[in-house]
Each structure stands twice: as C-alpha cells, then as structure tokens.
C-alpha cells in the first residue's frame, strides 16, 4: 500500500475528568447521564470510527488534601457503561480503561470476554497501570504494589487472561486451566467461552521505556500523549523498533496519540475559537492550581493576571494526589520564568502558552490534511480524539472533517468487518489451545 | 398485612448458560410486557455464563420500565469495584438498577483468584454485609446536588458536599468517596436470598427485598415476621423490607396440572421450594399466599426460561391482572417505585455536613 493511501484510524475518547473538557459552556451537558454517552458514541459510529474509548480513575483527585472541585469530576464504570451502548451502536469498538494493579486476571477476563460476546466482537481493554498508595485506599489490598513491579504485574496479567480466553476449544468446550507465575496463582474452569475476537483487543498507555517495552510486547494498540509532529515520529519509530525481538511484524501495533481540534470555517476563525477556549480551560482558579502544581505551595493570595512567584517551588511536594508528577520542578518553574519574562505574559497567560494541549486547530481542510500528514510521516496511525464539549464536541469533526478524509482515501466510508480487529486490520489471534 | 398489598412480581432470567445478548433482551422485555417488578440473572464465578451485570446493562437501553437485578458477588471481588458498576447500571436504566448480593463459599471459586482461602459462609455473609454497608455509603458518598457548575467562582463541584466514607469491616476498608456521582435511585435495590441462616442477618441488616424459600404459607409468613422483627433490630422500620417467596416454577405443557400445589421438587441447584402445574393454577397459589398475608410477593424461576416465562406473563400473571390482583402498566419508572420504597435520603446531607 502506498504511503499517500494509507489508512487512518480514528477513535472518540469521551470528554470527561480533565480540565480539557469546558463545562462552563451552555452547549454542555451532563457527563454521567445515560444520553450524553449514547450521543457520542452514535456520533462515532456515524463517522465511521474504529471505537469509543473511555478513561479511568480510581480515587477522586485531590489538591492541597481536599478533593478537587475546578473541572469534570464524577464518571461511570466503564465496562458497564460500553455494555450499555453495545445495544445502542453496531459496529464501533467499546474499549475500557482498566487497571492492572487493582483487579484480578480471572474476573476481568471474565467481563473483558462477556463484552466481546454482548457487542460480538467488539471489545477492547486499554491496560493501564497506576499503582499508588492514595488509589490503594480504596481497595483491599491498599497501595501494596512497588512501582517497579506494576509492568510485571500487568504483563502476567495480559498473559493470563489470554490463557484465560484461550482455555475454551473453538468449538466451545471449556477445559481447565492452571497458571503459576510471580503475581498469580490460579486454576480452574473459565465461564465464558472463545468470544468473537478470540482475544479482546488490547491497548497500552504508559510512556516510561518499560511501558514502551509491555506495549511492543503485549498490545494492539498504543495510547500516547506524543501529539506533535516531531515527538510523534521519535516515539512512533522507537516503539515500532521495539517490535521486532518479539517477532512482531509493525503492522501488529497502532500508535494513536491522544489528540485535540479545534474547527472553524477559516483558519484564523479557528485559530480565535481556540484562544477562547484556552481562556475556558484555563479559569483564573485553574490557572493559579496549575502554578500550585509546580510550586507546590499554597499560591492563593496571588493574581493570576498578576506576574509569576519569584519564590522558589518547595521541596518534594505531595501537594497533588491521583495525578502524574510534573517532574524537574525546579526546572519547570524555570522556564516557566524565562518564558513569561520573555513575553511579559501573566501567570494564567504562562499557564495558558505551557500547558496547552491543542493539536489540529484550522477549517475543516486544513484539519484534515494535518491529519492526514502525520500519518504519512510515521508520526501516528491514526488518532484518539479528545472532543472539549459533552456530548456534542465530536459533530462538527464528523460532520465536516469525515468526510474530507473519505474523499481522500485515508478513511473508511463503510465499515468493512463486524470487529474491531476488522477494523483495525488486526488478525484474530492463533487459538493456542 | 392487609390483604389489600400490592402484590409484587419478579422473575429469574438465567437457564443453561447463552452469551447472546438478544436472548437475554427478548426475556426481559417480556418480563416487561407483565409488567413485572424486576428480572434476576444469577451469576457464579463457578460454572458456565456470562458476566450477569454486563448482560443486565446490555439489555437495558432495549428496555424501559422492568427493574434490573444482576447476581454480583462479594467473596471475591473489590467493594469499590462493585458499587460502582452497580451505579453504574442504575445510570444506564435510568433508575432501575437492583443487586443481588450473594457469596462463594467454594475451594473451587477460591482457586480462580488465588487470593485468601474458601471460607465458612457466616463469616462471607457478614462480609457481604460489609460490601453492601461499603457500597451504601459510596452511593451516599456524594450528594444529590453535589455538581454545581459554579461559572462565578470555577467550581464544577461543591467539595463539602463530597464525602470520605472511611469504611473499616473486618476484611477490607474504603476510603471513599465514589467514581460515580450518586444514582439515580439513591442506593439501588439490594435484594438478598434470605433462605439460609448465616444470609438472613445480613439481609434483614442490609436488603430492601429478601427472598425466602416456603412450602406452606404458614412457613412464608413466619419467616417473614422473622425478618421483620430482625430489621426492627438494626432500627430500620417495618416498611423498609419486601419479602417475596422464591418459587421455581416448572409449567411443564399443561394448562392446569392434575394435583396443583407445592411440591417438593428435584433437588434444584438453589434447593427449595418447586411448583409443578399449570398457569391458572400457580395464579391461584400466588392469590392464596399474598391475600393470607404470607409475603409481600414471589420471585419465580421458571425451570425452562422461554417457555416458563411465556406462560408465566400470558398466563399467570394475565389473570392475575385481569383479577385486579396484580398491576397492568408501570405507574413509576423506577424500581424503587415498582416495589413501594421510598428513595433514601442520605445519611451525609442529613449530618448536615459535619461528615
Ligand atoms: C495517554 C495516556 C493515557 C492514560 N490514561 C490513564 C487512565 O485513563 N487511567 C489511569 O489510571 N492511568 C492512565 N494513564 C497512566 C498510565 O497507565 C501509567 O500509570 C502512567 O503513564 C505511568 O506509566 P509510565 O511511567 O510507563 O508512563 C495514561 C497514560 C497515558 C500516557
């Protein structure tokens, strides 16, 4: 196939828990209600989308050890709500955010497989591998896993489920199973026979080079934040490097970066809806926690249109909890510095130019062609679309962009398969029985 | 209890294991068509099916009024897992979420997890008790008007009405709050197999709707002053619990059975009680009991599902209606409303926020 044909894949991860999603705006709607996922999700199938992805928090997020009030907060199980809308769409894949840490192989293969066979074949499971002490206390084992352990964890845990799904015959008899490893220790008979896919899809999102290494050991799919042309193609080839010593072929692993658009019906209309929604995502409240992230001190007394603190950040600060480090803050608060010196920018101004996180901004042409530019350029295989509004904040995408894409030749008009590993062009796994 | 009740109806779904969803869908919405307080799906991590929750959330866009009663156990599984895929369901149905809270006593369920040995029933029943207890507070855990999209002051939640709920049970403790915003019921139904000795505590403790297995109405009614007064106890008032008489039923091809009764029947897998006979005849049965006072309803499990179940809607439960025994529509659309249970009212707004 030649590179100016290659197939994108697409896929709609619902607004939610961030400070991404602006839930200030009239246009949006509940973010746990029943409706507001169907919408989305037939919104996606409309356009044609490989799946729907939903993320996963464990443990409410907190700030200065009080819970988090500024964005989204409040979202449903995810395995029960993809249940739900497999009766209400028929084609798109329904993949799952679940932890490695705190659950067991034999129940989640169970629920993993009983979705494969509610929405024939078009599950899948993003493995995910948080294994802190705060996300421990609210479960029976507490925080007890050692950073360095959780990729072994869940790489056995992968392994055994597909033992687990493996341990029906293709012709549907259940034989016994018995796996001895380093986290588990289990046998018996699995409930669920061979489900559609034979193996539900599975995703990895995890950037450390021992999550790189579980994703090109493991995974169908990779989840990254690595958004931009450059960091796109240096991980893509990195990963994709990686494949080889487990006798994978590059094809056997997507790589679909994390990304958001912003559309307009010229460029600079684009680029002015944007602003405003930085200005969204970034409240004054949101902008002075940012600072507080980094610094970790309480910053309260100060403006957030005023300059930034020359104090320095405190040391080792436990400030954030349920988040991923900001890292170096020394360094971070360096730069930040420089760059507000630099542009004479105001503390919520620094915030709104550092964190952002906007990728494909532009008309609907443009948009599509940037798209269609990273894939040619080994920076993705195609994309995870991080709409900003519930429910409504993919429309405009499918509307206006799909169809841009279709006409190019890089997306799908029809689905061609029933499963998402149809979709994915991804091969059934080899029964090993 | 006057013999004026409303009488309440429910219905086992499961049967030799299936794992398409359409099955599951096309019983329930019969079930719906009788209008039906609620299906159950039994579930086990010990034999043959498919997850009962997962299946129940499948079937509920493609059904609209019938309450919604998955099987989840607590041996097993995590208490915060479990509470919120419970909520969970009771989003996606709009309210008509149920829990069937059961154990796994077996070695046999204990070696597909590795983790803690089988274990005697009466400590996995209080156990039990502690997940549900854990998952009631969860569901309180945020107030009803806990979001507040506040554009003046950039809050999308009002934190004080969020709350820690420090659970502390003997085998497992939470911190709280919950994932899921509070349900739309409030707390889903939580129904317990009240049968056996070491559930029945923890039923009259903990569940909204208990099933108990009878052969005589006499045996039904004390089991259900049993419970009540063990309700009582733990202070929770005498309108607070629906006992219904769990009933396998086996329809057999007859319109009316030669000697129409209580049997006592083959040893089924949930042991007790059996009816063998026809339609007319177990409306007749059910009309004896609930006007005697025996038990607020039944639970029915028919022996061969799509069949049973056919003759139970068209059958039984039409003469019933058409007897004004039983309803004919929904006046509610939860199923805290189907059975006459008022939503609860949370126990964090009422301490008024010193939680
Ligand atoms: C794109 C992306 C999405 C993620 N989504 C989630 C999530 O939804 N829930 C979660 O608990 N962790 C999530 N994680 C965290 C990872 O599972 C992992 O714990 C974290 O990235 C640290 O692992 P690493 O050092 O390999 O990057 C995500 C990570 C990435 C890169």
Redesign the interface.
Known sequence: MSTATRQMHLAAHFPGVNNTTV??DPRSKSQ???SSF?HLARTAERGRFDFFFLAE????REHNG????????????S???L??L???TDRLGLAATVNAT???P??LA??L???D??SEGRAAWNVVTSFDAFTG????R?GYLDRADRYTRAAEFVATARELWDSWTPDGT?RSFTHRGQH??????F???RSPQGHPVVIQAGDSPDGREFAASTADIVFTRHGTLESGREFYADVKARLAKYGREPGELKIMPGVTFVLGDSDAEAQELAAEIRLQQV????ALLALEQIWGRDLSAYDPDGPLPDIDPGPGSSLVQGRVGPGDVLAVAARWRALSKEKGLSIRQTVIETTGRQSFIGSPRTVAEQLTEFVAADAADGFILVPHLTPGGLDDFVDRVVPLLQERGVFRSEYTGPTLRSHLGLAEPVWKG | MSSTAPLHLAAEIGGPPRYDPGHYTGLARLAEHGALDFVTLGDSFARPGPDALAVLSRVAPATGRIGLVPTVTTTHTEPFHVSSAVATLDWVSRGRAGWQADVSTTGAEARLFGRRPAAPADELWREAGDSAEAGARLWDSWEDDAEIRDVATGRFIDRDKLHYIDFEGASFTVRGPAIVPRPPQGRPVIVVDGTSGPARETAARHADVVLVRATTPEQAAGARTDLRRRAAAYGRGPGALRVLVALTVDLGDAETAPEPGLESGPPLAAGGSYYRGGPVDLAELITRWHRGGAADGFHLTPITPGRDLERIVNGTVALLQHRSLFRTFYPGGTLREHLGLARPANRYAFEGGRA
């Open positions: 839930w200030a746990i209600d029943f169907e928090g464990l443990r409410l009080r819970i988090h009030d500024l964005d989204v907060v409040g979202r449903p199980e395995l029960t709500v249940a739900a497999a009766a209400v705190f659950n067991e034999y129940e169970r629920r497989a009983t979705l066979h509610l206390e609210n479960f029976r507490g259940p588990f220790a289990i046998e018996g008979e409930t669920v026979p409240s004054p409240q949101n």
